[in-house]
């Protein structure tokens, strides 16, 4: 993300340089577009305007934009300036913009390179001071090359470029980014002051497909679910995901349980993390059906805490006779 945020930094010191963040949903491609407007020392001061491109009807969306005088159509009983209007001398951001429909990109487009507007049902053109920021949650280029997206309109937002990547590529990220949305509701539910090893690995076998919004829905659960302590486990992840973890049987040699594994994946198509919540199952109960010591002792043989043990076993509904 470094080099990202870098790029970000230099061209919010550029106030009227286009940019497009293209990146998935849920990457956190507004927070970045904000943040470019609060380090823009010219336009700060002014309006953050959003247009949510996918939901604008189509048959309103350049009176939406561009506003529109009383009588232009019908029920335009008055004048309405448009978002342009609001956003003078700040910023526009274009949420979405890939979705925005096909009859108003010649007239986004003529609007940017003219810096100029005009209301529906007006006969006079009125100048426009906007710095505009687009956000894509579907790479524009194919789009252009299929058609579907106008290649003037492209280049004319594509002055630079930033990419958010998604959250599975940045497992590194993940500890802070838990952290930060835990502080951020501490009010509700209390100081957590770290997670545990354990439920770090687990959350870096994810996939997030709903990159950074899906984790933070999912830390504002576990601190929901979360009855004491101040270090979020993966019990707590368990107690969120309302899912009960499978049990089964059997055990294999260290050397063969990958390749055999890989088979089960292969095989049922299951995903890798259910199959993770089954391995570690598995050994909890052989350990306990085969180490008849006290939990302290188990949690030491185990190399980890009697506390993690605990809540280990409590999330995969063990007891510790094995049952």
Not at 144 to 172: M, Q
Not at 182 to 208: Q, T
Request: proline share 3%; glycine share 6%.
């Amino acid at each position: 993300m470094a080099p990202l945020l870098h790029q970000a930094y230099r061209a919010a010191c550029v106030s009227d340089i286009t940019v497009l963040v293209e990146g998935e949903t849920g990457t956190g491609k507004q927070v970045l577009a904000r943040a470019i407007h609060s380090l823009d020392a010219k336009r700060c001061p002014f309006a953050f305007v959003t247009v949510h491109c996918s939901t604008v009807a189509e048959s309103l969306a350049e009176s939406e934009l561009f506003g529109h005088q009383r009588g232009a159509f019908s029920g335009a009983v008055a004048e309405r300036a448009g978002l342009f209007t609001a956003a003078n001398r700040g910023t526009l951001f274009l949420d979405d913009v890939n979705d925005l429909p096909p009859a108003l990109q010649p007239k986004l487009l003529d609007v940017l390179q003219r810096r100029t507007l005009r209301a529906v049902g007006s006969d006079r053109e009125a100048a426009t001071d906007v710095r505009v920021i687009a956000a894509a949650n579907r790479t524009l280029a194919p789009l252009v090359k299929a058609g579907s997206f106008r290649s003037d309109l492209y280049h004319r937002l594509n002055v630079i470029r930033l990419t958010v990547p998604p959250l599975r590529e940045r497992p590194e990220d993940l500890a802070a980014l838990v952290l930060e949305f835990a502080h951020r509701h501490a009010d509700l539910y209390g100081w957590i002051e770290g997670l545990n090893e354990d439920l770090l690995l687990h959350l870096r076998s994810l996939p997030f497909e709903g990159n950074i919004r899906e984790l933070e829905n999912a830390v504002q659960r576990m601190l929901f679910a979360k009855r004491d302590g101040s270090v979020l486990t993966c019990a707590d992840w368990f107690a969120q995901d309302g899912r009960d973890s499978d049990s089964g049987s059997g055990n294999d040699p260290v050397r063969e349980a990958g390749n055999m594994l890989w088979e089960v994946l292969a095989r049922d198509r299951v995903s890798f993390s259910a199959l993770m919540r089954r391995v570690e199952s598995n050994v909890l109960q052989h350990a306990l059906q085969t180490e008849r010591g006290t939990r302290r002792q188990l949690a030491r043989l185990l190399q980890t805490s009697e506390r993690t043990l605990y809540h280990k076993l409590r999330a995969h509904g063990l007891t510790e006779d094995g049952g």
